[in-house]
Structure formats: C-alpha cells, structure tokens
C-alpha cells in the first residue's frame, strides 16, 4: 500500500526492498504517527518495514487523525488511442472527484469526468486500482481514497475545462507524452501510471 503527499509517498512493504534510492527513509512500523510526520514535513519518500498486525494499528492511526473522504476518477482512451488528461492548477491531473451521498463509485467516476472534461456518454470500464492521499484543507488533515475506473469515449466531442475548478485545459495524448507529464506532476500521478504501465 502506498500512501501519496503532494510529491512525495510513503510505501508500507513487508520486506526492505532492494532498489533503494539513496535519499529514501526507511523506518520500522512502531508508530505511524511519526511515519505521517515525515512524510508531512519531511518531504522525502519514505519506506515503513510492516510487521504483524501492522495493518490494523496504520488504520486506527488514519481514523484518529484524518478525516476520511471517498472519490472516484477515470483513466479514458478514445478511438484513436490516446489517453485524456487534465491540467489543473498548473499541474498534469486526470479527473476525479468526491462521491456523493447515495452514489456509487462507478457513478461517481463518470459525472466527475463529464463535469470536468465535458465528455458525455463515455463507457464505463472496470476498476483499475486504487490510490491513496492525503492533505491539509482549512487546518483539517484529509486522508482520500480514489478509484479509478477505465474509461473509453466512443466519439469525437469537443472537450470544455471545468473553469471553476481550476481546470484550464483538457487534453488527448499519445501514452509516451502522457504518461511524462503525469510523472512530472504529483506522487499519485506517478502511482497510477507506474500501474498501468507496470503493474506488480
């Protein structure tokens, strides 16, 4: 599992990897409250070596401090395989959004992607995976669960930016390009792509 902040991801492993980059942290699993504290405030990758009951004890550190929050996304291809992408805030981004109340995941995904690109009777794919964030609003810590779902748009539309949501600009790229700029962009980015294009 892999847990992103802005630029920067903290990774729980059951083992010590062995390709290591030299500015990584590796720490043990005794307290996630100071591994989310590095990874906050340290801004460097950060690799928690996880031992028996790890799992339950990282959970009841997330619902301790951070307010959970469900969202949905999709990764869509057209016709001519290129893949969409968004630019957001100055940054490469794929559309996503919160869910709301009696809405499914699958449902959610696809109005965020028409609300924020324009597209409209996209076909619905299956789940690719799911990522992981979190970030500070208003003083709050926020810890976000997205799904992503594959998405194909049939049809040549004209593609409008949701403007108010900071989005200036919806485009179609070849899977080189973008894939290159979502790595540039922030840490969950980087995740999806490594699993679509190298998946474990």
């Not at 892999?2 to 990774?11: A, G, H, L, R, T």
Request: net charge negative; aromatic share 12%.
């Amino acid at each position: 599992m892999q847990v992103n902040f802005q630029y920067n991801f903290m990774k729980l492993c059951s083992k010590r990897p062995d390709d290591l980059p030299a500015d990584a942290v590796v720490i043990d699993d005794n307290d996630f409250d100071a591994c989310f504290d590095i990874l906050t405030q340290g801004q460097r990758n950060l690799y928690v070596i996880c031992h028996h009951d790890a799992m339950r004890r990282f959970l009841q550190c997330v619902h301790r401090r951070f307010i959970f929050v469900k969202a949905a996304g999709g990764v869509v291809s057209n016709p001519q395989g290129k893949l969409l992408t968004i630019f957001r805030n100055q940054r490469y981004d794929l559309p996503k959004g919160k869910v709301e109340p009696g809405e499914t995941l699958a449902e959610a995904a696809l109005r965020e992607t028409n609300e924020e690109t324009g597209l409209h009777d996209l076909q619905l794919g299956p789940l690719i995976l799911k990522t992981y964030h979190i970030y500070d609003l208003y003083g709050g810590w926020h810890f976000k669960q997205t799904s992503w779902y594959k998405m194909f748009c049939p049809s040549r539309q004209e593609l409008h930016p949701q403007l108010e949501e900071g989005i200036t600009d919806c485009l179609w790229l070849d899977d080189n390009l973008w894939r290159a700029n979502l790595e540039q962009s922030y840490s969950t980015m980087q995740n999806i792509t490594s699993q679509i294009f190298d998946p474990q």
